[in-house]
């Protein structure tokens, strides 16, 4: 391996930030082991076989995925970034003994946006269940506004303005092995009972 191939390496794999058995019944270790350990996994290997030697190969990982969103000659790079992406903020929006009430200042966008916390819930787990194929569903805030919005494949909300407060992964991946084809009680149960309210609230305040 020369030396721009060992400089090439940016992009890492973080660690889970809960124990592989810490998200089940709802999520499973057996699920995390190869959704964590092997398409995760995969996306940063492949992402990193992809950068050596192009431009993107020293950018940060949101640089790259703004700088290839909607080209379509960067389409590999841009699927793997994004996924790399969207994955690490995922395991972040769940948490062991999660959902529950969110913290003030997300309850209070949560009222003046859907009309309460229930209705946000409903519209969050609409878009996650009503995404056809793979796809995303994201909690995202606008101006002074909370929205949902779902995506397809890869695709997120960065290169196109709102910023992500939560996800939902409707990857088959994501609960094949723990529901099969009952993608609406995985999605019920995750925001019930994981939901990461406090990461959630934390996004808030970032820039
Ligand atoms: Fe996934």
Redesign the pocket.
Known sequence: MNAAAVLSQPIALPPLPFDQGALAPVISANTLRF?YGK??KTYVDTLNKLIVGTEFADMPLENIIRATSGHSDHTEIFNNAAQVWN?TF?WKCLKPKGGGEPPAELKRMMETSFGGVEECKKELSKAAVGQFGSGWAWLVQDGDKLKVLKTPDAENPLAHGPKPLLAV?V?E??YYLDYQNRRVDHVNALIEELANWDFAAENLRKR
């Open positions: 959704h398409h995760h994955h995922y992964d990857w991946h994501a």
